[in-house]
């Protein structure tokens, strides 16, 4: 079991590298940071270089075009994110260290070592050759967060195929919602999942998908709960990671350009299908890289300087959390994961579980939701009870604001422990650039309730509405410089009209500024507006408000509004409707849903299950409100576009003159009633 030593942070030893590689010293993290961000050729020069990545041809420059969108980096290069983790394998397994630790609901435990990930992946990789896998060809993944699933994932990418994978809790309409867009050759999907004490069989869900998706020439089916489950004409998992011969060992992932597809994953606006975001090969490996060591202090397993790293965040496969912890793999680290519900089942509730499973496999870093932690906190978790807890060194949070509470409780938890000044590193980020935009740094001061950071290589400002930069005010959380993970595009979006408008249509080309405050252009092209309300301290440290806009942000995971209207404006009694996620500092997630229902129809008990019934076959059983509202309107403006992000601002206590211009409404009559809940709320909640 690894035990912490009080070894050289992440951060701290590039900095040494810097002094004596670059012969840059700098006498703050201030000065640093100002340095990634306006001399980015340089700084992400130095990432390739210290983290040594490999390419058999050159490259002519980190940064080679300066745009958003569109920014070229390390034209000539060729990687693989395979290649990477599979540098690992050799020096990782002589050390005794295995690549992935997993268990589930049933305490099944298993440990993948790093030859046996490679011969699995190399296995499945020659299998989808054989089935006509080309590189650009889509990979769909129907699976749960289970050591199938990274291999699945890195035999895919090694050959050139572009993954993309939803979480089985998500309902068949918004699993097709998302694979319809990006027409997959081939489809992996598992007979069903364990969640909660209650087996979940998904066959008919595969069945339907496949017959509804007729780009799918191939389907590999996964035993998850019965080894022996199949389908007509599809093959199962355990024959396509059998292979053992010749053609395994010499298996090596095929070399790529720098920006070849990677991923599709899925971020949702207020309108629309969910977007699918395509993110390269090199631009999310240096971006991991970089966030995993040097903001994350998490280190190689088998490097001396972090002997015996073990890595948990807890996640599902349908947030970006889990493209995260399967990063851990690139730069040698030991993956701990867990496939189930952390909150222990209906009839047995326990929220201990994540914490004795990190305490029995020598967890170091443990990260979660910010909505993990509150719930232990109000379920009275002691973690005194689990001394083996002793490894963590670093705790983890994002998805949502972590409360000061909740941090302030896990510290203490941690200090009856016997491990006082626990680290904690929140992070803010997205599944839009597969990184973060803030985060930890294990050499800052550390206040409740705030990250310490912007990271390197993230030219980050909170601007208002003028556009101008704003310390100490909350603004929109703003980025003036690319970043190598931004996307590549939306898959299938004519000339970039839905990636611009998703992040560039507040400040487009011509708002730049040059960090740090300078005068002229930042870049081509726009500023990226992320969604997120932020303010930057003095000090350098920052606090996220929750998101700006109307998106639905449940524990981390983003859905579109669209998305629940279409789930609940079926139901021939609904006439129209409206939702609110009024996530806000900390504050637990609290989703009220509006509906204008048929002449006649009430919104009894059995209405109201009949809506939360259809949000959970459509999406997924996260996105139930917290209470339904039967309305006679719903706001809208002239042009017919529901209200959202001003009813929100109004139940989260802005006065009305300040959220909506009653002008340019269509039906300013019904806003008395959502006024009378905003107050009644407010004065239940002060």
Same mark, same amino acid.
């Given at each position: 079991?690894?035990?912490?030593?009080?070894?050289?942070?992440?951060?701290?030893?590039?900095?040494?590298?810097?002094?004596?590689?670059?012969?840059?010293?700098?006498?703050?993290?201030?000065?640093?940071?100002?340095?990634?961000?306006?001399?980015?050729?340089?700084?992400?020069?130095?990432?390739?270089?210290?983290?040594?990545?490999?390419?058999?041809?050159?490259?002519?420059?980190?940064?080679?075009?300066?745009?958003?969108?569109?920014?070229?980096?390390?034209?000539?290069?060729?990687?693989?994110?395979?290649?990477?983790?599979?540098?690992?394998?050799?020096?990782?397994?002589?050390?005794?260290?295995?690549?992935?630790?997993?268990?589930?609901?049933?305490?099944?435990?298993?440990?993948?070592?790093?030859?046996?990930?490679?011969?699995?992946?190399?296995?499945?990789?020659?299998?989808?050759?054989?089935?006509?896998?080309?590189?650009?060809?889509?990979?769909?993944?129907?699976?749960?967060?289970?050591?199938?699933?990274?291999?699945?994932?890195?035999?895919?990418?090694?050959?050139?195929?572009?993954?993309?994978?939803?979480?089985?809790?998500?309902?068949?309409?918004?699993?097709?919602?998302?694979?319809?867009?990006?027409?997959?050759?081939?489809?992996?999907?598992?007979?069903?999942?364990?969640?909660?004490?209650?087996?979940?069989?998904?066959?008919?869900?595969?069945?339907?998908?496949?017959?509804?998706?007729?780009?799918?020439?191939?389907?590999?089916?996964?035993?998850?709960?019965?080894?022996?489950?199949?389908?007509?004409?599809?093959?199962?998992?355990?024959?396509?990671?059998?292979?053992?011969?010749?053609?395994?060992?010499?298996?090596?992932?095929?070399?790529?350009?720098?920006?070849?597809?990677?991923?599709?994953?899925?971020?949702?606006?207020?309108?629309?299908?969910?977007?699918?975001?395509?993110?390269?090969?090199?631009?999310?490996?240096?971006?991991?890289?970089?966030?995993?060591?040097?903001?994350?202090?998490?280190?190689?397993?088998?490097?001396?300087?972090?002997?015996?790293?073990?890595?948990?965040?807890?996640?599902?496969?349908?947030?970006?959390?889990?493209?995260?912890?399967?990063?851990?793999?690139?730069?040698?680290?030991?993956?701990?994961?867990?496939?189930?519900?952390?909150?222990?089942?209906?009839?047995? @509730?326990?929220?201990?579980?994540?914490?004795?499973?990190?305490?029995?496999?020598?967890?170091?870093?443990?990260?979660?939701?910010?909505?993990?932690?509150?719930?232990?906190?109000?379920?009275?978790?002691?973690?005194?009870?689990?001394?083996?807890?002793?490894?963590?060194?670093?705790?983890?949070?994002?998805?949502?604001?972590?409360?000061?509470?909740?941090?302030?409780?896990?510290?203490?938890?941690?200090?009856?422990?016997?491990?006082?000044?626990?680290?904690?590193?929140?992070?803010?980020?997205?599944?839009?650039?597969?990184?973060?935009?803030?985060?930890?740094?294990?050499?800052?001061?550390?206040?409740?309730?705030?990250?310490?950071?912007?990271?390197?290589?993230?030219?980050?400002?909170?601007?208002?509405?003028?556009?101008?930069?704003?310390?100490?005010?909350?603004?929109?959380?703003?980025?003036?410089?690319?970043?190598?993970?931004?996307?590549?595009?939306?898959?299938?979006?004519?000339?970039?009209?839905?990636?611009?408008?998703?992040?560039?249509?507040?400040?487009?080309?011509?708002?730049?500024?040059?960090?740090?405050?300078?005068?002229?252009?930042?870049?081509?092209?726009?500023?990226?507006?992320?969604?997120?309300?932020?303010?930057?301290?003095?000090?350098?440290?920052?606090?996220?408000?929750?998101?700006?806009?109307?998106?639905?942000?449940?524990?981390?995971?983003?859905?579109?509004?669209?998305?629940?209207?279409?789930?609940?404006?079926?139901?021939?009694?609904?006439?129209?409707?409206?939702?609110?996620?009024?996530?806000?500092?900390?504050?637990?997630?609290?989703?009220?849903?509006?509906?204008?229902?048929?002449?006649?129809?009430?919104?009894?008990?059995?209405?109201?299950?009949?809506?939360?019934?259809?949000?959970?076959?459509?999406?997924?059983?996260?996105?139930?409100?917290?209470?339904?509202?039967?309305?006679?309107?719903?706001?809208?403006?002239?042009?017919?576009?529901?209200?959202?992000? @001003?009813?929100?601002?109004?139940?989260?206590?802005?006065?009305?003159?300040?959220?909506?211009?009653?002008?340019?409404?269509?039906?300013?009559?019904?806003?008395?009633?959502?006024?009378?809940?905003?107050?009644?709320?407010?004065?239940?909640?002060?």
């Amino acid at each position: 079991m690894a035990t912490y030593a009080p070894f050289v942070p992440q951060i701290r030893l590039y900095q040494n590298w810097l002094r004596d590689h670059r012969g840059l010293s700098f006498d703050s993290y201030d000065a640093l940071w100002r340095w990634s961000i306006t001399d980015l050729n340089a700084f992400w020069q130095s990432m390739w270089d210290y983290f040594d990545m490999q390419s058999p041809t050159p490259h002519q420059a980190a940064l080679v075009k300066n745009a958003m969108p569109g920014g070229q980096w390390f034209t000539g290069a060729q990687v693989n994110y395979a290649q990477q983790v599979f540098r690992h394998v050799d020096p990782a397994h002589a050390a005794g260290f295995p690549a992935v630790i997993s268990r589930n609901e049933k305490g099944l435990t298993r440990e993948l070592s790093w030859p046996e990930l490679k011969r699995q992946v190399a296995s499945l990789a020659l299998h989808l050759q054989a089935q006509g896998i080309q590189p650009g060809d889509r990979v769909a993944a129907y699976l749960p967060n289970i050591p199938e699933t990274m291999v699945a994932f890195l035999a895919t990418v090694s050959v050139g195929g572009v993954w993309s994978v939803c979480a089985p809790d998500m309902g068949t309409h918004a699993v097709l919602d998302r694979f319809a867009q990006i027409q997959p050759k081939v489809l992996i999907a598992c007979d069903g999942v364990s969640y909660a004490g209650r087996d979940h069989d998904r066959l008919q869900v595969v069945s339907d998908m496949r017959a509804a998706l007729p780009s799918v020439q191939h389907v590999v089916l996964l035993g998850n709960l019965d080894p022996h489950a199949s389908l007509p004409d599809s093959t199962s998992f355990a024959a396509t990671t059998a292979r053992d011969d010749v053609s395994t060992h010499n298996f090596e992932p095929m070399w790529l350009p720098f920006d070849h597809p990677l991923w599709i994953v899925y971020s949702s606006g207020t309108t629309g299908l969910p977007k699918p975001i395509v993110h390269g090969h090199g631009g999310t490996l240096i971006v991991a890289l970089a966030l995993k060591s040097l903001h994350n202090d998490i280190g190689c397993s088998y490097h001396p300087n972090s002997w015996g790293e073990r890595y948990h965040w807890y996640s599902s496969t349908g947030w970006v959390m889990w493209n995260a912890q399967v990063s851990g793999l690139l730069n040698g680290t030991t993956c701990v994961i867990y496939d189930g519900n952390p909150g222990g089942s209906k009839d047995k @509730p326990d929220w201990s579980t994540l914490w004795r499973f990190a305490a029995e496999m020598g967890v170091t870093f443990f990260g979660a939701g910010a909505a993990f932690f509150a719930n232990c906190m109000k379920a009275g978790v002691d973690l005194s009870r689990l001394p083996g807890l002793r490894s963590v060194r670093a705790l983890g949070t994002t998805g949502s604001p972590l409360s000061e509470e909740a941090q302030r409780w896990g510290t203490a938890q941690f200090e009856a422990l016997g491990t006082p000044h626990m680290w904690w590193c929140n992070i803010s980020g997205g599944t839009d650039f597969a990184g973060a935009f803030i985060g930890g740094h294990r050499e800052l001061p550390l206040v409740p309730g705030e990250m310490q950071c912007r990271l390197l290589g993230c030219a980050v400002e909170a601007w208002n509405e003028q556009g101008q930069p704003v310390e100490g005010d909350v603004g929109e959380l703003v980025c003036t410089q690319p970043i190598p993970s931004m996307p590549l595009y939306f898959w299938g979006d004519k000339d970039n009209a839905r990636y611009l408008s998703s992040y560039f249509d507040m400040y487009p080309a011509g708002h730049g500024r040059q960090p740090g405050g300078g005068d002229g252009p930042a870049s081509l092209g726009g500023v990226w507006r992320h969604g997120d309300w932020l303010k930057i301290n003095p000090s350098g440290s920052c606090v996220i408000y929750g998101r700006s806009d109307a998106t639905i942000n449940r524990h981390g995971l983003r859905m579109g509004t669209s998305e629940l209207y279409s789930a609940v404006e079926i139901l021939p009694e609904v006439l129209d409707s409206m939702v609110v996620d009024l996530e806000y500092l900390g504050r637990e997630s609290y989703m009220p849903l509006f509906v204008v229902l048929r002449e006649g129809v009430t919104l009894d008990e059995a209405m109201k299950a009949k809506l939360n019934d259809a949000i959970k076959t459509a999406l997924s059983p996260r996105f139930v409100p917290n209470e339904i509202f039967q309305v006679a309107e719903i706001p809208r403006t002239l042009s017919g576009k529901k209200q959202e992000l @001003p009813i929100k601002k109004l139940l989260l206590g802005q006065p009305l003159e300040k959220v909506v211009n009653k002008d340019a409404m269509a039906n300013p009559g019904c806003l008395d009633w959502y006024v009378a809940l905003a107050k009644q709320r407010l004065s239940t909640t002060a």
